[in-house]
């Protein structure tokens, strides 16, 4: 039984480009939630997907957005990278219909920015 | 808004001894769920234990146990007999009961040391 699969695991940008990340989530799980960790922080809740639309969202800009597929995978996507995005980011998934089950993690992406 | 703190940045146990981790939230919320979730180097964030508010019994997971003090809005983590696998980040987590799309609210962690 697959886990939380993520890609890339690392990845380097530079300041004002775009950058992709991917999600797979656990087999039988179709909500999928995204966080971002900066260096010796806890987790910060950007967005999470359900049926393909986003269904709440933290307190992150419209650089950050995303998608999720009818396959339930999905992709982050931030424009314009800042230096201060540098950090892990980690996707979570969980069954909606399981209701305050705790959420599975992936491995997380690392996100460089230079 | 919920705010979760861990004041102890770091923690050093030796192995087979006994260490407590801190966490203290604040809510409004009289119904929610808390977590602990270990991050070993690997990055993966691991559930270890979870305590639902309206059950006054602390939860228990093999070496992992709970002291969940409502009143006082404190939920610390007790690891018994630590091994050198249990060196990791540990986050308490909060989760409204009210927030039917589950919203984690993390602390900022502490990092356990086991020597031998």
């Known amino acids: 039984d697959a886990g939380v699969t993520q890609s890339p695991t690392h990845l380097i940008k530079t300041r004002g480009q775009q950058v992709t990340l991917r999600c797979s989530p656990k087999?039988?799980?179709?909500?999928v939630s995204w966080y971002q960790q900066a260096l010796g922080q806890g987790p910060q809740f950007i967005f999470q997907y359900y049926e393909e639309e986003e269904r709440q969202r933290g307190n992150f800009p419209d650089r950050f957005s995303g998608h999720q597929y009818p396959n339930y995978s999905s992709e982050l996507n931030v424009n314009a990278l800042l230096l201060g995005d540098s950090a892990l980011y980690l996707c979570?998934?969980?069954?909606?219909?399981?209701?305050?089950?705790?959420?599975?993690f992936g491995d997380g992406t690392r996100l460089s920015i230079l | 808004a919920q705010t979760v703190t861990q004041s102890q940045p770091e923690m050093s146990v030796q192995e087979a001894e006994t260490v407590t981790l801190s966490c203290t939230y604040d809510t409004s919320e009289s119904d929610y769920y808390l977590f602990w979730y270990k991050q070993p180097p690997s990055r993966q964030m691991i559930l270890v234990i979870r305590?639902?508010?309206?059950?006054?019994q602390n939860a228990t997971e093999n070496r992992f146990s709970v002291n969940f003090q409502k009143a006082a809005k404190s939920f610390s983590l007790k690891i018994s007999d630590s091994q050198l696998g249990d060196a990791a980040m540990y986050f308490c987590a909060y989760r409204s009961a009210g927030d039917s799309w589950g919203k984690l609210q993390f602390g900022a962690g502490t990092q356990v040391v086991v020597t031998p």
């Open positions: 979570a998934s969980s069954r909606r219909s399981q209701g305050w089950q705790p959420q599975h």
């Open positions: 305590q639902e508010a309206y059950k006054q």
């Open positions: 087999s039988g799980h179709d909500t």
